[in-house]
C-alpha cells in the first residue's frame, strides 16, 4: 500500500503519510468465514473502497500480491519441511527392506550350500522320485527301504538335501550370479524418493497464489457521497432553528425598544 498511486495522492492532497495509512487502512474490509453457519463461503473476502475502480483495483492488487508473497513463502518453507521428512522416511523403509532382502538372500544361500553339501556326501544327484502322492529318496540312500517324507517337508531346511545336488548347484549358482529382486515396495520407495527429490530441487518455481479477484471493481450502485436527504433535513432543521432564534431576537429588541420610550 506504501507503493500505491492512491497513497501518492492522499499525501498530494496535503496528508501526512501516517494519516495516508490510515485512511487506506480504513477503506480496507477483511471478511472471514463464519464456519458455525450453515450456506457461507470458505474463503476470506477482502474489498477495497476508492474514488475510481481503476485506483481500487491497482491498490487491492499491490495488497493482494504482498499477502501472496508472505504467504507463498510461509507454505513452501512448511512444504520443503514436509517432503524432505517423507524423503528421510522412505530411505529409512528402502534401507530397511533392502536390509532384509539381503539377510533373507544370505541365509537363503547358506541353507542351500549345506543342503549341496549333504546331498553330495549322500550320493543324491537328482531330485527324489514321487510314488503314490509322497517323496521317496533313491533305494542308494541309507538302506534299501524307502523312506516316504509328505511334499511339505522341502519347505524345511532340513531336507533341502533331498532337492539333489544338480537342482541345489542350479539354485546356488543362480543366485549369486545374478542382481537381487527386492521387493515391490522397495522399487516404489525409489521411485517415490526421486519424485520427491526433483520437486524439491524445483522448488523456486512453484507457482500459487492464495488469494485472488473474485469479481472486479466497480463503481458502487449507491451514492456513498454526499447524502442529499442528510442535508436536505439538516439545512431544513438548522434553518427553522435559526429562524426561531432570529424571530425571538427581533421581538425581543422591539420589546426593548418599547420600554425605552
Known amino acids: 500500500l506504501k507503493?500505491?498511486?492512491?497513497?501518492?495522492?492522499?499525501?498530494?492532497e496535503g496528508k501526512t503519510e501516517k494519516?495516508?495509512?490510515i485512511a487506506l487502512v480504513k477503506a480496507i474490509s477483511v471478511i472471514k468465514p463464519n464456519v458455525s453457519e450453515r450456506n457461507t463461503t470458505n474463503y476470506v473476502?477482502?474489498?477495497?473502497?476508492?474514488?475510481?475502480?481503476?485506483?481500487a483495483q491497482k491498490a487491492l492488487q499491490k495488497f493482494i500480491d504482498f499477502i501472496n508473497h508472505?504467504?507463498?513463502q510461509t507454505m513452501a518453507e512448511d512444504l520443503v519441511v514436509e517432503i524432505e521428512s517423507k524423503i528421510n522416511t522412505l530411505k529409512i523403509k528402502k534401507e530397511s527392506l533392502k536390509l532384509f532382502s539381503?539377510?533373507?538372500?544370505?541365509?537363503?544361500?547358506k541353507n542351500l550350500e549345506k543342503a549341496y553339501l549333504i546331498a553330495k556326501n549322500a550320493g543324491i544327484k537328482e531330485?527324489?522320485?514321487?510314488?503314490?502322492?509322497?517323496?521317496?529318496?533313491?533305494s542308494n540312500v541309507g538302506s534299501e527301504v524307502g523312506v516316504k517324507l509328505k511334499d511339505s517337508r522341502l519347505s524345511d531346511d532340513g531336507f533341502l538335501f533331498m532337492l539333489g545336488e544338480n537342482y541345489l548347484l542350479a539354485q546356488i549358482n543362480v543366485l549369486k550370479g545374478n542382481?537381487?529382486?527386492?521387493?515391490?515396495?522397495?522399487?516404489?520407495?525409489?521411485?517415490?524418493?526421486?519424485?520427491?527429490?526433483?520437486?524439491?530441487?524445483?522448488?523456486?518455481?512453484l507457482i500459487f497464489d492464495t488469494f485472488h479477484y473474485q469479481s472486479s471493481p466497480s463503481f458502487p450502485l449507491q451514492r456513498d457521497k454526499p447524502r442529499r436527504a442528510l442535508i436536505v433535513l439538516i439545512g431544513t432543521f438548522s434553518g427553522g432553528v435559526l429562524g426561531i432564534l432570529v424571530a425571538l431576537f427581533m421581538t425581543a429588541l422591539e420589546a426593548r425598544k418599547t420600554r425605552l420610550r
Open 3 to 12: 507503493q500505491s498511486a492512491l497513497l501518492k495522492q492522499l499525501i498530494n
Open 19 to 21: 494519516q495516508a495509512m
Open 45 to 55: 473476502s477482502v474489498t477495497f473502497s476508492a474514488e475510481s475502480p481503476n485506483i
Open 70 to 72: 508472505d504467504v507463498r
Open 102 to 109: 539381503d539377510t533373507a538372500l544370505d541365509v537363503r544361500l
Open 127 to 138: 531330485y527324489s522320485k514321487i510314488h503314490n502322492g509322497a517323496l521317496v529318496i533313491p
Open 179 to 205: 542382481k537381487v529382486i527386492y521387493p515391490e515396495a522397495y522399487y516404489q520407495a525409489s521411485l517415490k524418493i526421486d519424485l520427491l527429490s526433483d520437486l524439491l530441487s524445483n522448488k523456486e518455481n
